[in-house]
């Protein structure tokens, strides 16, 4: 596993996978499956894990925490960086925190919380994670009303923020004042577009962000780090032509649930058995379960 400081190099070397957590019949941890799942990625040629919303690390719980971060140093590979994540909520970041202090991880992602939240109290919560665990947040914008693009300058100028990841939805990604602010303030190649294929496009070329994270990637990592070079080679028609490949997949997760949508979908490609969802989530019904298998196995069959 990397263990040095990320760099803007390492943002644009390779798309960002944000795989699901694998867990067995009684909600474990599935190091088997989990290992299953990293090799497919790692062998796609993707070198960045992000586990965040995608785990459902959301709903985790604190004592199990050190067991996923022990499976996380020791199953990924050499040159894989790994970002485990934080939060939502304060006592969480500060208990998971005391977790990291001392680990490899070069820098882990605060889990947005959406109510109660004030733009102070967000700020007070990364210099608390930092303070505590010792290294670098990332600061995930995943809504307006978190945090101001000034907001999140303070906090990159203060030497907190290892990177950003920008994943506010827009009907038309390319018209994104606010990601343009905040591209104003923060340095672009230290901030990642964080919705997957489909606004990569326009947040990389309009806006210089430096790569891009995906669910989808954990189905078909070679066609999504395809995606990301011929965005960065300026090749826009092959990028549009990748980018409709992740189409099928895509709508079911906008129509369904990002997070459910890519568990099923990951089981359903035979990649790994991801097991039961964690509550507060929950399977979807069998014939929509059947879709999703057929569109992530679609997908994944896609040659270069």
Same mark, same amino acid.
């Given at each position: 596993?990397?263990?040095?400081?990320?760099?803007?190099?390492?943002?644009?070397?390779?798309?960002?996978?944000?795989?699901?957590?694998?867990?067995?019949?009684?909600?474990? @941890?599935?190091?088997?499956?989990?290992?299953?799942?990293?090799? #497919?990625?790692?062998?796609?040629?993707?070198?960045?894990?992000?586990?965040?919303?995608?785990?459902?690390?959301? #709903?985790? *719980?604190?004592?199990?925490?050190?067991?996923?971060?022990?499976?996380?140093?020791?199953? *990924?590979?050499?040159?894989?960086? %790994?970002?485990?994540? %934080?939060?939502?909520?304060?006592?969480?970041?500060?208990?998971?925190?005391? &977790?990291?202090?001392?680990?490899?991880?070069?820098?882990?992602? &605060?889990?947005? *919380?959406?109510?109660?939240?004030?733009?102070?109290?967000?700020?007070?919560?990364?210099?608390?994670?930092?303070?505590?665990?010792? @290294?670098?947040?990332?600061?995930?914008?995943?809504?307006?009303?978190?945090?101001?693009?000034?907001?999140?300058?303070?906090?990159?100028?203060?030497?907190?923020?290892?990177? @950003?990841?920008? *994943?506010?939805?827009?009907?038309?990604?390319?018209?994104?004042?606010?990601?343009?602010?905040?591209?104003?303030? %923060?340095?672009?190649?230290? &901030?990642?577009?964080? @919705?997957?294929?489909?606004?990569?496009?326009?947040?990389?070329?309009?806006?210089?962000?430096?790569?891009?994270?995906?669910?989808?990637?954990?189905?078909?990592?070679?066609?999504?780090?395809?995606?990301?070079?011929?965005?960065?080679?300026?090749?826009?028609?092959?990028?549009?032509?990748?980018?409709?490949?992740?189409?099928?997949?895509?709508?079911?997760?906008?129509? #369904?649930?990002?997070?459910?949508?890519?568990? #099923?979908?990951?089981?359903?490609?035979?990649?790994?058995?991801?097991?039961?969802?964690?509550?507060?989530?929950?399977?979807?019904?069998?014939?929509?379960?059947?879709?999703?298998?057929?569109?992530?196995?679609?997908?994944?069959?896609?040659?270069?």
């Amino acid at each position: 596993m990397q263990t040095t400081p990320i760099e803007a190099e390492d943002l644009a070397g390779s798309v960002i996978a944000v795989p699901p957590l694998c867990r067995d019949a009684e909600f474990g @941890i599935d190091l088997t499956e989990n290992t299953k799942l990293i090799r #497919h990625i790692e062998r796609g040629g993707v070198r960045t894990l992000l586990y965040g919303g995608n785990a459902n690390l959301y #709903h985790m *719980a604190v004592s199990e925490y050190a067991e996923l971060l022990d499976m996380l140093e020791t199953t *990924a590979g050499e040159n894989t960086l %790994v970002v485990p994540s %934080v939060g939502p909520s304060y006592g969480n970041i500060l208990d998971q925190a005391a &977790i990291l202090k001392g680990r490899r991880f070069p820098t882990a992602m &605060i889990l947005p *919380a959406t109510f109660p939240v004030t733009e102070e109290g967000v700020k007070a919560s990364v210099r608390a994670f930092v303070t505590k665990a010792g @290294i670098p947040a990332v600061l995930y914008i995943k809504n307006e009303g978190y945090i101001t693009p000034a907001g999140a300058a303070e906090l990159f100028n203060e030497g907190l923020i290892a990177w @950003i990841k920008y *994943a506010i939805v827009r009907d038309a990604p390319e018209n994104d004042s606010f990601l343009g602010e905040l591209a104003g303030f %923060v340095d672009p190649k230290k &901030i990642v577009s964080g @919705i997957g294929e489909q606004p990569a496009p326009a947040h990389l070329l309009k806006f210089g962000v430096s790569g891009f994270t995906s669910g989808c990637v954990c189905v078909q990592p070679k066609r999504s780090m395809d995606m990301l070079q011929a965005l960065q080679s300026g090749d826009t028609d092959e990028a549009a032509a990748i980018q409709g490949q992740f189409a099928g997949l895509e709508d079911l997760r906008n129509a #369904h649930g990002p997070i459910p949508v890519l568990h #099923h979908a990951v089981a359903g490609a035979g990649i790994a058995k991801t097991g039961p969802h964690l509550p507060l989530l929950a399977a979807l019904p069998d014939a929509l379960v059947s879709e999703i298998a057929a569109a992530a196995v679609a997908l994944r069959e896609i040659s270069p």
